[in-house]
């Protein structure tokens, strides 16, 4: 039963295509302008600098206004307001010869000035509909803005959380990965990029780069090509598929070619396997890098990045200045050159542009729709819907409404850090804190003391180092003595003490790569003497990536990880720690003992030498001497205030047969005392195979809402689709043999049952 790749392939849905007649208009349309084109003016067309944020005043007077008058010039990013964007657009069609329209871009990653939570904490929600109603907000409130482009969504699979940008995606499954790819990339793009209040789409990082080796920003990547096609490529063909108007190239290696310059991964893969007939753009300054990575100077790398398939330059300047004699020298084609201008104006046409160029420049939307109450609210909301309870021992969470409740911690009174990496465009001085929302909600029922009883961390030149771009520890001068004692009176005088701590906004994202993931040593210090005090204490956990909390796991009562919350942190935090909303958020990445452990995933190989099942150690089998091979909480894992129970999972037959559907079913109960949702998970074992298959792999998953007591049948379908996987050959197939369905609350608490593939 093997099915060809190409057979997928074929089968994509590319929801932003044109129908043909529109097809036909577009290529009329750009031949007829490309015709008129000079030279230069198609290369001006592949660069993209950064705008350096031009004042409007700079406007028609700056180098980069220059460059637009005379065609070199053919999009902006990191340029913001429709007033900004549209007096550089007005420079653009009406001082260059041909008036074409620039594309403006930005990193409107997760949410615009509504700020919702990081990618790693929207991932944790499980709920594609909320994540698409996320990227559809921050779309609006883009485009409002006069940006008609993003450079989201970031799908790069991860398993190792040293790496800051970890932060950035979804986490280490394929599957999950896929599914929220394709949710961001329709909320962005709707159904018709015209409309002014949809934007392009870029995923990012094409490809690989969460697998760089150590965790060290920016490294080196190398995979044998069945892991990259099952375990890597996943989201980036979902997103493909999905109709993602664009794509960025990363900045690592693949087989020893950077990707920027690798034409098997631009043109074999992407273009011709995958189908994918948009713009590609580098990362920022990628093609220069290429020079460091040893491939040449910058004449000789820009011509290897076009040749490869590469049809923008950002900010490297090297497709502008050095193509021309690349082309003198027969080095690079013309066709390649027009090939890369045709798919930048097809972009444009695409959006309308050229229809009106001033299409996303209405002043008056910016005064309506951005930040309005309404997101706010939607915002909130799904912020509570990303947090993860690891832990609530003798139901210490939800706090009681009434009392003295101690908050304590540097990230309690900290608004500049609640939106987390890549929030841009958003207000720090209008996010909520932890102090504020909380104090907000219990208003008169309850008293809420504060201390901020230590610094994020205790060295002043690290903190210097996470406090560059804008997002400042607040640094307390006073010694770390003084600040606990402060907190320890206040934890004193309090029946509850809710501890914020962990990392700060810029622990992680770009170049924030940690060796050590633990919560810094002062804060330890903090929570020690916090649980001195005998109160019992909550830890309200704010990161970026994966933390290393055996420590806090096994001595602290109760822990919800928070990530990075957005605009609404303090609102969403408060509603959950008093139970209005129940949690529900689930990992999308695993949680390790110690950094030793990394990379750990739950859908690893099952070795030659397993570790027998709820063993330790054993000699000469796959473990370690010093701690065990369990996660400190798994994938897929996360508590509620509420309990579910699974039974009676039942399957609709013994076999299933490629053209039969297939069904799994489970009765899930809320036993518990609270109303409340399950991700309830299917995850699926080939037992035997032509190359090796992971233990485990997600291939389901449902969010239900069950009301206290209630109980209702789980049903999921399954395909033979589901079971393929590409092998030796790099063929996507289903082997016939016996299989292993699990279904349950996490990727390590299951039912399971077995059927055969025939
Ligand atoms: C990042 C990209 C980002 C680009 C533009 C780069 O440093 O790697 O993710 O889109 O900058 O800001």
Not at 176 to 192: E, F, N, P, R, T
Not at 255 to 275: C, F, H, M, Q, V
Not at 684 to 691: A, H, I, K
Request: charged share 25%; with cysteine.
């Amino acid at each position: 039963m093997i099915l060809l790749a190409l057979f997928t392939s074929l089968l994509m849905s590319c929801s932003q295509k044109n129908a043909p007649n529109e097809d036909h208009q577009m290529k009329v349309f750009i031949d007829d302008l490309m015709g008129k084109m000079t030279l230069e003016e198609k290369l001006g067309q592949l660069n993209l600098p950064s705008s350096g944020d031009i004042t409007t005043g700079e406007t028609s007077s700056s180098d980069i206004a220059q460059k637009i008058k005379e065609g070199q010039v053919g999009g902006l990013f990191n340029i913001k307001t429709a007033e900004k964007i549209r007096a550089v657009q007005k420079v653009a069609v009406e001082q260059s010869r041909l008036k074409i329209p620039l594309i403006f871009g930005m990193d409107v990653i997760h949410g615009y000035q509504t700020a919702f939570p990081i990618p790693l904490g929207m991932s944790c929600s499980w709920d594609m509909g909320l994540i698409e109603k996320s990227a559809r907000i921050a779309a609006q409130e883009a485009s409002a803005d006069g940006i008609c482009w993003t450079f989201s969504p970031m799908v790069d699979i991860s398993r190792d959380p040293r790496w800051g940008r970890m932060s950035e995606g979804s986490g280490e499954d394929p599957y999950l990965g896929s599914q929220i790819a394709q949710a961001m990339v329709k909320g962005y793009q709707g159904d018709d990029l015209r409309k002014n209040n949809t934007i392009l789409s870029c995923v990012k990082h094409f490809a690989l780069y969460g697998a760089i080796e150590a965790g060290r920003d920016y490294n080196t990547v190398d995979m044998g090509r069945i892991r990259m096609y099952n375990e890597y490529f996943p989201p980036y063909k979902a997103a493909v598929d999905a109709g993602a108007g664009s794509v960025m190239t990363s900045f690592n290696e693949i087989d020893g070619i950077p990707a920027t310059a690798n034409r098997w991964l631009l043109t074999d893969i992407l273009r011709k396997a995958w189908g994918f007939s948009g713009l590609v753009v580098t990362d920022y300054t990628a093609i220069l890098e290429m020079t460091d990575h040893g491939l040449g100077n910058l004449k000789e790398v820009s011509a290897l990045a076009l040749a490869a398939g590469t049809d923008m330059d950002m900010v490297a300047d090297g497709f502008l200045t050095t193509l021309k004699e690349s082309l003198d020298e027969g080095k690079v084609t013309q066709q390649e050159i027009d090939q890369a201008c045709r798919r930048i104006l097809e972009a444009k046409y695409k959006l309308g542009l050229f229809e009106d160029p001033y299409r996303y420049c209405d002043e008056n939307r910016a005064k309506t729709e951005i930040f309005t109450p309404e997101n706010r609210q939607v915002a909130r909301g799904i912020a509570a819907q990303t947090f993860v309870l690891l832990k609530n021992d003798n139901q210490t969470l939800p706090l009681q409404e009434k009392g003295t409740i101690a908050l304590i911690g540097p990230l309690a009174d900290n608004k500049e850090n609640m939106t987390g990496t890549w929030s841009v465009a958003a207000d720090f001085s209008k996010s909520v804190s932890l102090l504020e929302g909380l104090r907000n909600a219990v208003g008169t029922q309850a008293q809420v003391l504060y201390a901020k009883g230590t610094n994020v961390v205790s060295n002043p030149k690290l903190d210097a180092r996470i406090s560059i771009f804008g997002k400042p520890t607040q640094w307390d001068k006073r010694s770390q003595q003084e600040m606990i004692a402060e907190a320890v009176a206040v934890a004193r005088k309090s029946d509850v003490v809710v501890a914020a701590v962990g990392e700060s906004a810029e622990m992680s994202g770009e170049s924030s790569s940690r060796s050590d993931i633990n919560i810094p040593e002062n804060q330890k210090e903090l929570l020690e003497a916090l649980l001195a005090t005998g109160k019992p204490v909550v830890i309200v956990l704010f990161t970026g990536r994966p933390l290393t909390i055996s420590w806090e796991k096994a001595n602290v009562p109760a822990i919800l990880n928070v990530w990075f919350a957005g605009t609404e942190a303090g609102n969403a935090i408060a509603d959950v720690l008093l139970g209005k909303v129940n949690p529900s958020g689930k990992l999308s990445a695993t949680f390790p003992q110690n950094i030793g452990q990394i990379p750990l995933y739950y859908n690893h190989k099952n070795t030659g030498r397993p570790l027998a099942e709820g063993k330790w150690f054993q000699k000469f089998r796959s473990n370690y001497l010093d701690v065990s091979n369990d996660p400190l909480f798994p994938f897929g894992f996360g508590l509620s205030y509420t309990t579910f129970d699974y039974k009676n999972l039942k399957l609709s037959g013994l076999s299933l047969t490629a053209d039969s559907k297939f069904t799994v079913s489970v009765e899930l109960t809320n036993s518990g005392n609270y109303d409340g949702a399950e991700v309830v998970q299917l995850y699926l074992r080939d037992l035997v195979g032509s190359v090796t298959r992971p233990v485990k792999e997600l291939k389901g998953f449902q969010k239900i809402f069950l009301k206290k007591g209630e109980t209702r049948i789980v049903e999921f379908t399954l395909t033979e689709k589901d079971l393929r996987f590409y092998n030796e050959n790099l063929q996507l197939v289903s082997e016939p043999g016996d299989f292993k369905v699990f279904v349950g609350t996490s990727s390590d608490n299951t039912l399971e049952a077995g059927f055969v593939l025939k």
